[in-house]
T-cell receptor, first 113, second 115 residues
Framework: GESVGLHLPTLSVQEGDNSIINCAYS??????FIWYKQESGKGPQFIID?????DKRQGQRVTVLLNKTVKHLSLQIAATQPGDSAVYFC????????????FGKGTRLHILP | DTGVSQDPRHKITKRGQNVTFRCDPI?????LYWYRQTLGQGPEFLTY????????KSRLLSDRFSAERPKGSFSTLEIQRTEQGDSAMYLC?????????????FGQGTRLTVV
């Protein structure tokens, strides 16, 4: 079946540098994408979302890029801080049908001092 | 409203016992999800509700699992005759669909350990 996946299971970044977390999706009907952050022992926390009619969306220190041609999604975190250490998941949905949200496997972001 | 609330936070049960978890979504959220998460994996979809209607149940889900949302507010997830493989974090999420926003907000989860 179709699913959302990630390229790298673990990403180590120096504190203060920018982080880029990648995600590949395979359901061409997906039109709504979400990034979540999950800290140990907690539920996933919404970071930012993007709809398929957009290529880029910015939030506070975060930017999501969507490339529909190659079915690729990325999350950029500027000036990475120790508090950014977590597992990051991308998720997808056929939002135009208000369909369920499906998650990928996640990338662990490790911040180096 | 303080967000999605799940109870209990932790549950240890013996194999073969039944367990029931409760989820209280964010007020006025019409969509409610249940997910299961094991260590190192992303949340796995189990089932979801629109108001009181159960829209879909994962084909991977055993018949031992059942969920209800009788009044379109809180929901319960029951696992009958628990097995060790049921040990996981059970996550509930809610969202408001039909008004433009569809991101789901998660509770802290119920961690189930079957011994």
């Amino acid at each position: 079946g179709e699913s959302v996946g990630l390229h790298l299971p673990t990403l180590s970044v120096q504190e203060g540098d920018n982080s880029i977390i990648n995600c590949a999706y395979s359901n061409s009907a997906s039109d709504y994408f979400i990034w979540y952050k999950q800290e140990s022992g907690k539920g996933p926390q919404f970071i930012i979302d993007i709809r398929s009619n957009m290529d880029k969306r910015q939030g506070q220190r975060v930017t999501v890029l969507l490339n529909k041609t190659v079915k690729h999604l990325s999350l950029q975190i500027a000036a990475t801080q120790p508090g950014d250490s977590a597992v990051y998941f991308c998720a997808e949905s056929e939002g135009n049908r208000d369909d369920k949200i499906i998650f990928g496997k996640g990338t662990r972001l490790h911040i180096l001092p | 409203d303080t967000g999605v609330s799940q109870d209990p936070r932790h549950k240890i049960t013996k194999r073969g016992q039944n367990v029931t978890f409760r989820c209280d979504p964010i007020s006025e959220h019409n969509r409610l999800y249940w997910y299961r998460q094991t260590l190192g994996q992303g949340p796995e979809f189990l089932t979801y509700f629109q108001n009181e209607a159960q829209l879909e149940k994962s084909r991977l889900l055993s018949d031992r699992f059942s969920a209800e949302r009788p009044k379109g507010s809180f929901s319960t997830l029951e696992i009958q005759r628990t097995e060790q493989g049921d040990s996981a974090m059970y996550l509930c999420a809610s969202s408001l669909v039909g008004r433009g926003g569809t991101e789901a907000f998660f509770g802290q989860g119920t961690r189930l350990t079957v011994v």
